[in-house]
């Protein structure tokens, strides 16, 4: 089966031209009036963008030498999808940190299950033999709510820590070991070993290894291969990173969010736990951005974006008033970060694929 919803064109753009790039963000406002999200919208568009801002558009990004895959849906039909580089559109990628966002969809599947009996749920009953003996004793605070915003207290393993936690014998007991630098439930903290605690968890309850629950829970569902990715000298799977997904899967697992969490008529997670990943509970240091479960919230003009963000600049987002899912895969070797790149990023979506929805659904 394809990994693209719908009967979809290749592009509605048949070439591509080249147009620098230097405009600054729209996406990277303020965000304060952001409530609660909505799935979907009820309202019915008229389908379309504006093809002539979007084959611009398309032209800026091919003019960026790290984006390597730009696929844009509409309504849950492609009109974009253009490989400028690298790997094509079938074939799985490193998606980095967008890993997050799906372990957080597998969170949410294994409290619909009954495995995890909600977000409040701490974590130390569930890691028992796994929790160090001299652990803090606020290690047994923790709960799967702060795990999915990154709120355990513990200090980072991301950033400058991360090469030593991977390197260490026990990445679970590492991550557990870490000094409080909050309490549970303060301030964001991003940290991949957060969402490793989670796959840990997931194993755990499940009795399966985290890839087996992403290939049943998602991966059938959707119709998407996923592949096998690192795993921590115990065999827990990298939670949070690593993963290892086609444009076209994440384009997939983006329109089943888009969609309230429906896929080609089927339920693979409930509209309440979308829903829930979608409402703002912490802010970013690092970007600025509201924080949800696994996914990143801002805006675009007057529309709420949500999206998934990896190293490199891997990128998923969702802007259900308009219709839109988006895909931007990227050389995942370099940062996106500190260098500007994923602000180009946010350029191409806000200022360039939503306003070309906003103009075609005018005309």
């Known amino acids: 089966m394809a990994d693209h919803p719908g009967a979809s064109p290749r592009s509605l753009i048949g070439r591509r031209r080249v147009l620098a790039s230097s405009a600054l963000l729209a996406l990277c406002g303020a965000v304060p009036r952001i409530a609660r999200a909505t799935a979907a919208s009820s309202t019915p568009r008229p389908r379309g963008l504006d093809p002539d801002l979007l084959e611009r558009t398309l032209a800026k990004a ?22 400028f580089r690298g790997p094509g559109l079938e074939r799985p990628v490193n998606v980095k940190s ?44 923790i709960t799967i709510d702060h795990l999915l915003t990154m709120r355990a207290g513990l200090e980072r393993t ?15 007991r590492y991550a557990l070991s870490r000094p409080f630098v909050d309490e549970p439930g303060g301030r964001m903290l991003y940290s991949t070993g ?30 998407i291969a996923i592949p096998p990715w690192t795993r921590d000298p115990q065999g827990f799977y990298l939670g949070g990173n690593n993963m290892l997904l086609s444009p076209r899967a994440l384009l997939r697992f983006a329109e089943m969010y888009r969609r309230g969490g429906t896929y080609d008529g089927r339920r693979v997670l409930p509209a309440s736990w979308i829903a829930a990943s979608w409402t703002p509970r912490v802010r970013s240091r690092f970007t600025g951005h509201a924080y949800g479960y696994g996914w990143f919230i801002a805006r675009a003009g007057e529309h709420p974006v949500f999206y998934g963000w990896g190293y490199g ?21 370099g940062p996106s970060g500190r260098n500007g790149y994923v602000r180009a990023l946010h350029d191409l979506l806000a200022r360039g694929i939503v306003v070309a929805a906003e103009r075609g659904n005018d005309a």
């Open 313 to 333: 600049g891997q990128m998923v987002y969702v802007v259900p008033d308009l219709g839109l899912s988006v895909v931007m895969t990227s050389d995942h070797t």
């Open 158 to 172: 991301s950033g400058r820590n991360y090469g030593r936690w991977v390197n260490s014998p026990d990445w679970v």
């Open 62 to 83: 091919a003019e960026l030498p790290q984006l390597h895959a730009l696929i844009v849906a509409h309504d849950g039909v492609e009109v974009a999808a253009e490989a």
């Open 98 to 141: 967008v890993s997050k966002s799906v372990m957080a969809a597998l969170a949410g599947a294994a409290i619909e299950r009954g495995l995890l009996a909600g977000v409040d749920q701490p974590i130390a009953p569930l890691l028992d033999g796994l929790v160090p003996k001299d652990a803090d004793p606020r290690v047994g605070a």
């Open 194 to 223: 957060s969402y490793h605690l989670l796959s840990a968890v997931l194993t755990r309850v499940a009795g399966r290894s985290t890839l087996e629950l992403a290939r049943a829970w998602l991966g059938e569902p959707l119709g």
